[in-house]
T-cell receptor
């Protein structure tokens, strides 16, 4: 079992729909990232969370530390949101683990006009 | 634009060869991370440097090595290349990342180097 699991693997939506991508992890963490990878390959960091909720424009990320679960929501989705969304965690490993990230397999989102 | 630069963008080489990938972190960032993204393995952490010293090691093969120079740029050296080494190699940087939640900072990713081994 992977330390970081995402669902769904693939998601197709119509423009304007509300989208949720889920991430579950099995280790203690000090932070969780949501990343966006465009078709050209570039990776953009969307959020870094250690508790609660963050919002940026139409994107909302939440995390429940007790349940070891995070969600990424996209409101009023648009075709330009089409990308791979990747959840990554930094394990709470202390000084010897540095700041290494462990990644989920990603969710391929396609938003149709 | 994240402020992290990587060169070259594309690299095509043959099996058995050696290549060097270069990364310049954002101005002021002390930590550099290297990641490999292959089709079958997804994104994997390779190695982290902090202010010139190795900080954490992941799934990095013995044929691969890295270093961070006094000006904080980093190089990833890949030798005795195999077909399976074909992948996207990303560099990221952060201000710190020395461990502990109080010092951890967001990582900013470079555009990547696409390595093709023929």
């Amino acid at each position: 079992k992977n330390e970081v699991e995402q669902s769904p693997q693939n998601l197709t939506a119509q423009e304007g729909e509300f989208i949720t991508i889920n991430c579950s992890y099995s280790v203690g963490i000090s932070a969780l990232h949501w990343l966006q990878q465009h078709p050209g390959g570039g990776i953009v960091s969307l959020f870094m969370l250690s508790s609660g909720k963050k919002k940026h424009g139409r994107l909302i990320a939440t995390i429940n530390i007790q349940e070891k679960h995070s969600s990424l929501h996209i409101t009023a989705s648009h075709p330009r949101d089409s990308a791979v969304y990747i959840c990554a965690v930094r394990s709470r490993g202390g000084e010897t683990s540095g700041s290494r990230l462990t990644f989920g397999e990603g969710t391929q989102l396609t938003v149709n006009p | 634009d994240s402020g992290v630069t990587q060169t070259p963008k594309h690299l095509i080489t043959a099996t058995g060869q050696r290549v060097t990938l270069r990364c310049s972190p954002r101005s002021g960032d002390l930590s550099v991370y290297w990641y490999q993204q292959s089709l079958d393995q997804g994104l994997q952490f390779l190695i982290q440097y902090y202010n010139g010293e190795e900080r954490a090691k992941g799934n990095i093969l013995e044929r691969f090595s890295a270093q961070q120079f006094p000006d904080l740029h980093s190089e990833l050296n890949l030798s005795s290349l195999e077909l399976g080494d074909s992948a996207l190699y990303f560099c990221a940087s952060s201000l710190e990342g020395t461990g502990g939640p109080s010092s951890y900072n967001e990582q900013f990713f470079g555009p990547g180097t696409r390595l093709t081994v023929l």
